[in-house]
């Protein structure tokens, strides 16, 4: 079992560019997060899918989307990069809302 | 406001020297509270699952325990190997976006 992937494990883009990050997990888990790092900010949620075909804004959405494209796989994407989106971007995987979340190895991405 | 506050954000502790972490929350209707290990670069490891006030879990050298209103996690002994920041996350209410991560304590234990 490889948990959480995630992928690129390290991005640099320029202002106004796009991209996604990918993330999947083999553990048949039927809820998916994204989180972003910041440093004296914690962990924050952007988005989370509770079950395949749903999907639901976290505590910090703006400039970002996401797909839930089966339930293996959550790709969370930059439509036009901006430095503020220079962070450690982390997915994670659960069984369930009240179960433990599984996280992946992080992207870092850096916005110049 | 729904918050979590872990203290100290930093501890410094001699090989052996046993401690104590705090994460205190002001939330409604805890569901679940969440223990997990970060090392620098790396993703969060799951360590603990807390689920109702007076419950605890133990792992080698760690204990965590639940109140109503905190969290306690214990180090016994501790081994340079333990440095790591340890977050807290309480899940909350009933929406599953209700998940509220600490902002860690960072334990550093010198041999």
Not at chain 1, 42 to 62: C, H
Not at chain 2, 19 to 43: A, E, H, I, M
Request: proline share 5%; with cysteine.
């Amino acid at each position: 079992n490889a948990g959480v992937t995630q992928t690129p494990k390290f991005q640099v883009l320029k202002t106004g560019q796009s991209m996604t990050l990918q993330c999947a997990q083999d553990m048949n888990h039927n809820s998916m997060y994204w989180y972003r790092q910041d440093p004296g900010m914690g962990l924050r949620l952007i988005y989370y899918s509770a079950s395949e075909g749903t999907t639901d804004k976290g505590e910090v959405p703006n400039g970002y989307n996401v797909s839930r494209l089966n339930k293996r796989e959550f790709s969370l994407r930059l439509e036009s990069a901006a430095p503020s989106q220079t962070s450690v971007y982390f997915c994670a995987s659960s069984v369930s809302g009240r179960e433990t979340q599984y996280f992946g190895p992080g992207t870092r991405l850096l916005v110049l | 406001e729904d918050q979590v506050t872990q203290s100290p954000e930093a501890l410094r502790l001699q090989e052996g020297e046993s401690s104590s972490l705090n994460c205190s929350y002001t939330v409604s209707g805890l569901r679940g509270l969440f223990w997990y290990r970060q090392d620098p670069g790396k993703g969060p490891e799951f360590l603990f699952t807390l689920y109702s006030a007076g419950e605890e879990k133990e792992k080698e050298r760690l204990k965590a325990t639940l109140t109503k209103k905190e969290s306690f996690l214990h180090i016994t002994a501790p081994k340079p190997e333990d440095s790591a920041t340890y977050l807290c996350a309480v899940f909350y209410g009933g929406s599953q976006g209700n998940l509220i991560f600490g902002k860690g304590t960072k334990l550093s234990v010198k041999p």
